[in-house]
């Protein structure tokens, strides 16, 4: 039942129109313009698909901010004064690389913190060498009625895993 549904649903859509791919609805410019209609289109966000740019995103809200793109440059603004237009209408988060200043230095300069530091780590652990080995204390002599704490049993002796722990340790 649901999956003729779907069917059904995804038929009609089609029919209609409704998943049919977005076209621009401005024509193209002459090819410099167009070219840099599209270096500014990779610089601004797509405000439906956020990793994408607008130039890059098959959303409409991308077709639609491209055409105001296309518009202003063919009014014979400047790329910075688009930029501004963008950035005023929908914020800073429009641009994909964010202006390198204020509060958008630690998005520059974190990675390269990072890397310091954990090179740095890196470095003090070399320099340090291999961790101390801990030497073997010799193993005393028990009583049968009472072991005592760290010395082997007649079960312990017989495990040839602790045999081999401790031929290890006497090294």
Not at 47 to 61: E, I, T
Not at 87 to 103: C, D, H, M, T
Request: net charge negative; proline share 9%; hydrophobic share 40%.
């Amino acid at each position: 039942m649901t999956a003729a549904l779907l069917s059904l649903t995804l038929a009609f859509g089609l029919i209609t129109g409704q998943f049919a791919p977005q076209q621009g609805a401005s024509e193209p410019l002459a090819p410099e313009l167009e070219v840099r209609v599209q270096k500014l289109g990779k610089t601004l966000r797509c405000a439906v698909c956020q990793g994408l740019s607008v130039s890059d995103s098959p959303s409409s809200m991308a077709r639609a901010q491209l055409d105001m793109v296309r518009e202003l440059v063919s009014e014979g603004k400047s790329d910075q004064e688009v930029i501004e237009f963008f950035v005023s209408r929908y914020g800073e988060w429009v641009l994909l690389e964010p202006k390198a200043e204020g509060f958008n230095w630690f998005v520059w300069l974190g990675p390269v913190a990072l890397l310091m530091v954990g090179g740095f780590v890196i470095w003090r652990q070399v320099q340090q060498g291999p961790p101390a080995q801990v030497p073997a204390t010799p193993a005393t002599p028990a009583t049968p009625s009472e072991p005592t704490p760290g010395t082997s049993s007649a079960a312990d002796d017989a495990d040839p895993y602790l045999q081999a722990v401790r031929r290890e340790l006497e090294r």
